[in-house]
């Protein structure tokens, strides 16, 4: 997809509760921005442990950054575990010890 699709809103996934209505905040409807922003804070500590930093593009694609400063957008949470291991250039394990440890505050 294209960059201009997805700024255009062309990029929503199944898993998005952005304005359906089963879904709310404390009461509010769940904006794009708000859903994004949030799950950028979950995120953030597992990028931390591989040295990548995951921030939010508009609202509309997230960007992954690696310490080398090499950085690619990203259109859905979905693929956003391959995008990492490619700025890597190595697997990324779920169930790796170290990262389990990291996210359990050991680190």
């Not at 990029?11 to 794009?32: A, I, L, P, Q, Y």
């Not at 990492?84 to 190595?90: D, F, T, V």
Request: with cysteine.
């Amino acid at each position: 997809m294209c960059a201009l699709c997805s700024v255009l809103g062309s990029s929503n996934h199944w898993t998005d509760m952005t304005g359906r209505s089963e879904f709310s905040w404390k009461g509010n409807k769940v904006t794009r921005r708000l859903e994004r922003n949030r799950r950028v804070t979950l995120l953030k500590p597992l990028f931390d442990h591989y040295g990548l930093e995951l921030k939010d593009w508009g609202g509309s694609s997230y960007l992954l950054v690696n310490e080398a400063g090499q950085s690619k957008e990203v259109y859905q949470l979905s693929s956003i575990w391959a995008v990492a291991e490619e700025l890597l250039g190595s697997p990324c394990d779920p169930l790796d010890s170290q990262l389990i440890e990291h996210l359990s505050g050991g680190n």
